[in-house]
């Protein structure tokens, strides 16, 4: 078991089927009628931080988006890179890219934000975000209030592949205080010629209310938007919810 690795460096080839039930397609078209509506740059540069295997990225570039993928993994930007030759990667940290006024667009979605851990990485993150977007450009991810954490383990997926059966399993663990947001994975694979194997991964990322997170941003100078946790529709957040998009524009 290691610490944020294990899914995404030495098991990174099982990463897009244990999110065979997100669907990329709608999340990026929610992104583009985001941008259409609350960004105000009239170029497409876009950038995906924690880009994984490149699912957004492919489907921002069909949409003719120009793309940058930033991860930390160079396994997952290996796959990326496969998926979306067309694209430019950055091997960096979410705290530590140093783009200045270069995107229209920049996106962080599957909770990933909460990657950068502890809260002063967090910060440098939102900051990071601000300056590598042009004027009027968008912000756009997905957050949790730790608030709402559920502490219960939930199985997200189980897939045949060939003569493998995978199941995958995810839970995310809060202490009701703190910082630390625990996060949990489980990968089973069955097959006849290797019997049964289980892993499991521990990551640590950074708890923090929606509050703590709107006034994080607007301090930077965003303009913050809160929205339903709905890729289908742009709803404005009900103020109850504990999951929310985010739309922060630079002005
Ligand atoms: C849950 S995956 C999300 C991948 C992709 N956004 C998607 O939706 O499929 C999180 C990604 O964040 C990357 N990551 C984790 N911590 C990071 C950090 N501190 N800086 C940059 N990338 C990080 C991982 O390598 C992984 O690719």
Redesign the pocket.
């Known amino acids: 078991m290691t610490d944020?690795g294990n899914l995404?460096a030495d098991l990174s080839g099982y990463?897009d089927q244990f999110?065979a039930e997100?669907d990329?397609a709608e999340q990026c078209a929610f992104a583009e009628r985001a941008f259409d509506c609350f960004g105000a740059s009239d170029g497409r540069d876009y950038l995906?931080?924690?880009?994984?295997?490149g699912?957004?990225l492919l489907h921002m570039l069909r949409r003719g988006f120009v793309g940058t993928g930033?991860?930390?993994?160079a396994a997952?930007l290996e796959l990326a890179e496969a998926r979306c030759p067309a694209a430019r990667f950055l091997l960096?940290?979410?705290?530590a890219f140093e783009q200045a006024a270069e995107f229209d667009l920049i996106t962080?979605?599957?909770?990933?934000i909460h990657?950068?851990?502890p809260t002063s990485?967090l910060q440098q993150t939102l900051l990071r975000a601000w300056r590598a977007l042009k004027p009027g450009g968008l912000f756009l991810f997905n957050t949790v209030d730790a608030g709402g954490i559920s502490n219960q383990r939930s199985t997200i997926t189980s897939v045949v592949d060939g003569e493998q059966r995978l199941s995958f399993e995810s839970g995310w663990r809060y202490r009701g205080e703190g910082e630390t947001l625990d996060l949990l994975l489980g990968i089973t694979r069955e097959s006849p010629a290797g019997g049964l194997k289980r892993w499991t991964d521990h990551?640590t990322m950074t708890a923090i209310s929606l509050l703590q997170l709107q006034n994080m941003l607007t301090d930077i100078g965003f303009e913050v938007t809160l929205l339903e946790h709905d890729y289908q529709r742009l709803l404005p957040w009900n103020g109850k919810s504990f999951n929310a998009l985010v739309a922060a524009r630079r002005p």
């Not at 960096?92 to 705290?95: E, G, N, R, V």
């Not at 962080?108 to 990933?112: A, E, K, P, R």
């Open positions: 944020n995404y990463y999110c997100v990329y995906d931080l924690a880009c994984g295997t699912q957004h930033l991860d930390n993994s997952m960096c940290d979410l705290a962080c979605f599957l909770y990933s990657y950068s851990h990485a990551h």
